[in-house]
């Protein structure tokens, strides 16, 4: 390999890692802000909360990651009504399943906690509509945020994630005093996931 290639290499590498960093902060630091801001009981509250949004990200990651080398493929061959039909149905089949998935979470989600705890941790509804929010939003970009990335439009990327959270942080010291950890759950900012 030429040094020039692993030089093309390296930097794109560097551009998907301070992606995936700007966009990890806005949600990484809520276990922290939730124990200085509100307490242990909150920090407690909001790893469960986090837990449930990390398994739907997962789930969304799943359901939508083979989208990425395929738009990168289509791209390639400049075929944009694929494109746009993917993005379009993939967009709207990810919301759709989310949407029912967080449907599910605000009517049942209460008891389910209970049974998976063994105990009531407070995580009422308040907190399941900031999680429904919060995952039903990440669904909305996923797909569009697999195009630019299969196109390798990053530098876009990272400044949007980076005013994002910047203003997502500011928000769940504003919210969080007023709202509890709900609050600080509903301050999110876009973010990506790439695996």
């Known amino acids: 390999m030429s040094w020039s290639a692993m030089k093309e290499v390296a930097g794109q590498g560097v551009l998907y890692f301070l992606l995936a960093l700007t966009g990890g902060l806005s949600f990484m630091l809520d276990n922290v802000l939730a124990l200085g801001l509100l307490g242990p009981e909150a920090s407690a509250r909001m790893t469960i909360a986090l837990r449930i949004c990390i398994t739907a990200v997962g789930a969304l990651a799943v359901m939508s990651q083979p ?16 494109i746009r039909k993917a993005l379009l149905r993939g967009s709207a089949l990810l919301f759709g399943l989310t949407l029912a998935g967080s449907s599910l979470l605000l ?37 569009p945020n697999l195009l630019l990335n299969g196109l390798s439009v ?42």
């Open 154 to 195: 990053l530098r876009y990327q990272i400044a949007v994630f980076s005013v994002a959270t910047l203003l997502a942080l500011a928000l769940k010291f504003v919210l969080a005093p007023y709202f509890g950890v709900a609050g600080s759950c509903g301050a999110p900012a876009r973010q990506s996931f790439l695996s």
């Open 107 to 143: 009517i049942y989600g209460e008891r389910l906690l209970r049974w998976w705890l063994h105990t009531d941790l407070g995580i009422g509804s308040g907190l399941l509509w900031a999680i429904s929010a919060w995952v039903v939003a990440q669904a909305l970009f996923r797909v």
């Open 67 to 82: 989208l990425w080398p395929a738009f990168a493929d289509a791209a390639e061959k400049a075929d944009r009504r694929w």
